[in-house]
C-alpha cells in the first residue's frame, strides 16, 4: 500500500469582520442598529504560468517513432487539482513495444508529480512506477523543505526506505517548460529530478523561431522550443499551435513523438530494433582487429566533431570531405595498482546508486567471494569478468535494470552482463562505469555490420576495457565506444552514422 503524501500546508489568512456602531461597555443606551458590511471574499492565490499556458483538456497522446517505425507511445497531461491550498498533478507515461532479437520487448515508465500551484511551486512528491522489460517497482517520492524521502516497492520484497535526498529543485514550471517558455516568449532555466536515477539535472527551454508545418493536411505556424538536459544532452524541440496543442516532439534526429488519438497512438507494429540500427559495413574486419594488441582503421561518415575525443583506445584524424579516420585499438594495461583505488574522476566511478547497488549486502558479498585476496586491481577485475561471463546466461532481450535483480536472475544481454559487473568491480575499490558503443558482428545473414552494445571500463592504474558479455578481460578492437551508459547523447549517431571504408 502506498503511503499518502505528506502535503506542506499553506498558511491560512483569516478575515476579521469589523462591527461598525457595537454597542459600547460604557455605553447606557444600545446603538441604532446597522447592517454588517458582507466579509470581503478571501483573494485566490496567484497561478503559475504552467497552468495558465493554454493545452488540451484531457492530456495528449503520441506515438512514439524512431527512424520512422513506431515503436511506442507516449501520453501527457497537466491539471489544476480542485480544492485548496491548489496543486498541480503532472502526469507522463511512455510505454515501448518492439523486437529485440527473436523477444518481444515491453516496457511501461508512468510518473505522477504533484506541486503547488503558485509561481514557483515546490515540488511535493512523485510516484514513479516502472513495468514489463526491466523489472518491475514503484517509486515515491516526498518532498519536503527539509529533503525527499524516497520508499522503493518491488514485487515479493520488504519496502525499502532509501538514504534522503536533498531538497527539490524542481519547481510546478518545470512540468512544461515549452509551454512555459513560449508563453513568455523567453528562456526558461529549471531542474527536474530525473525519475530513473533520483538525481537532480539542470534544463533549460529556448524560445526558437516559429515554422509553418503541414498538420492534418493543413499548413499551420507552429510554436518552437527546445529543451536541453544537463543529463540527457540531446534537444528535445516541441511544435505547439496557438491553440496550446502539441503536435511534435523531435528527440534528436532519429526518434519522434507525433500526436495521435488514443486508438491510433496505441496501435503499434512489432519492428525488430536490433537490425533496423545496426551500421552495415562495406567489408568484414581484418583478424587484427580481433587480436590483442591489436587495431583496425574504419572510415566514418555522420560522426560530430564532439564524439572525436582522443583517448588511449580510439585516434581521429579529419578527412577533408568531412568524414573522419578513426584508429581502433586495444592491449594489455601498462599501469597496475593495488586495490582500493581512488577514482581518478571524483568518486562518480565508485558510487553505490540506485541502478548499480554495490553497497548491496549481495552484491558486497559476492564481490569478496570472487576476488578473494587478489590485491592487483587488474587480475581481480578479470576475475569479476569472467565469472560474470561464466554464470550469467545469454538471454538476449531479458532485461533487468538493476545489478541486484540480475544477480537474481542470472541472466541477459550485454546490458545485465555490464551492469552486475560494474557493480562488483565497485564494491571491490575499483573505478568502473559502463560504456555504450558499437562492435563488430556478422549474423546469420552474413552482413559485415556494427551493433549497439555494452561493455566495461575500470581503473586499475590507467583505465582499460572489459566485456564480460564475450569474455574478453580486453575488449579487442572491434570495439568502438561513443559514451557512458545512460547518456543519451549518443542517440543522434543512430541512422546517421555510416563506415563508408575499412583499412
Not at 512514439?64 to 507515461?93: C, H, I
Request: glycine fraction near 8%.
Amino acid at each position: 500500500m502506498m503511503r499518502p503524501p505528506r502535503l506542506t500546508s499553506l498558511v491560512a489568512v483569516s478575515l476579521c469582520a469589523l462591527l461598525v456602531g457595537a454597542p459600547s461597555a460604557r455605553a447606557q443606551q444600545p446603538a441604532p442598529a446597522t447592517a454588517a458590511p458582507k466579509a470581503a471574499a478571501p483573494a485566490k492565490a496567484p497561478l503559475s504560468d504552467v497552468v495558465k499556458a493554454p493545452r488540451p483538456k484531457g492530456g495528449e497522446y503520441f506515438g512514439l517513432y524512431l527512424m520512422d517505425k513506431k515503436v511506442g507511445w507516449l501520453f501527457t497531461d497537466l491539471e489544476l487539482l480542485p480544492g485548496e491550498p491548489a496543486r498541480v498533478k503532472s502526469t507522463n507515461q511512455l510505454v515501448f513495444k518492439a523486437m529485440v532479437g527473436t523477444r518481444v520487448s515491453e516496457r511501461t515508465h508512468r510518473e505522477e508529480r504533484i506541486y503547488e500551484a503558485a509561481p514557483g511551486g515546490r515540488l511535493l512528491s512523485f510516484t514513479v512506477t516502472q513495468k514489463g522489460d526491466g523489472g518491475d517497482q514503484t517509486l515515491v517520492g516526498t518532498a519536503t523543505p527539509e529533503g525527499v524521502r524516497v520508499v522503493r516497492k518491488r514485487p515479493g520484497r520488504a519496502d525499502e526506505e532509501l538514504p534522503k535526498l536533498p531538497p527539490a529543485k524542481e519547481r510546478v514550471e518545470d512540468a512544461d517548460g515549452a509551454r512555459v517558455a513560449l508563453l513568455r516568449k523567453a528562456k526558461v532555466d529549471g531542474f527536474t529530478l530525473d525519475g530513473m536515477d533520483l538525481r537532480t539535472y539542470g534544463v533549460t527551454t529556448t524560445v526558437e523561431p516559429p515554422e509553418q508545418r503541414v498538420v492534418n493536411g493543413v499548413k499551420v505556424k507552429l510554436g518552437k522550443a527546445s529543451t536541453l538536459s544537463e543529463k540527457e544532452k540531446v534537444p528535445v524541440t516541441a511544435f505547439v499551435t496557438q491553440r496550446g496543442e502539441m503536435v511534435l516532439v523531435d528527440f534528436g534526429q532519429t526518434m519522434q513523438a507525433r500526436k495521435e488519438t488514443e486508438a491510433v497512438a496505441r496501435r503499434l507494429d512489432l519492428v525488430e530494433v536490433f537490425g533496423l540500427t545496426r551500421v552495415v559495413l562495406p567489408r568484414q574486419l581484418p583478424d587484427s582487429a580481433r587480436a590483442v594488441p591489436g587495431s583496425v582503421t574504419l572510415v566514418v561518415q555522420g560522426l560530430p566533431e564532439k564524439f572525436r575525443e582522443q583517448n588511449y583506445r580510439q585516434k581521429y584524424k579529419a578527412l577533408p570531405d568531412g568524414r573522419v579516420e578513426v584508429t581502433l585499438s586495444a592491449a594489455a594495461p601498462a599501469v597496475r595498482k593495488p586495490r582500493p583505488l581512488t577514482d581518478p574522476d571524483g568518486g562518480e566511478n565508485l558510487e553505490s546508486t540506485l541502478v548499480v547497488e554495490s553497497n548491496a549486502p549481495a552484491i558486497r558479498e559476492l564481490s569478496k567471494k570472487i576476488i578473494g585476496d587478489e590485491q592487483d586491481a587488474y587480475r581481480a577485475a578479470q576475475k569479476v569478468n569472467a565469472w560474470v561471463y561464466r554464470n550469467l546466461s545469454k538471454d538476449y532481450g531479458a532485461s533487468a535494470d538493476r545489478a541486484t535483480d540480475v544477480l537474481e536472475q542470472k541472466r541477459g544481454d550485454c546490458t545485465e552482463h555490464s551492469l552486475l559487473a560494474v557493480a562488483l568491480l565497485r564494491a571491490a575499490g575499483i573505478p568502473s562505469r559502463r560504456v555504450d558503443g558499437v562492435i563488430y558482428m556478422v549474423n546469420e545473414d552474413q552482413v559485415p555490420a556494427l551493433y549497439w552494445h555494452e561493455w566495461v571500463e575500470a581503473y586499475v592504474g590507467e583505465w582499460t576495457q572489459l566485456d564480460p558479455t564475450f569474455n574478453q578481460p580486453v575488449a579487442d578492437a572491434t570495439h568502438f565506444a561513443f559514451g557512458e551508459e545512460g547518456n543519451a547523447e549518443i542517440t543522434p549517431l543512430i541512422g546517421a552514422l555510416k563506415v563508408t571504408d575499412v583499412k
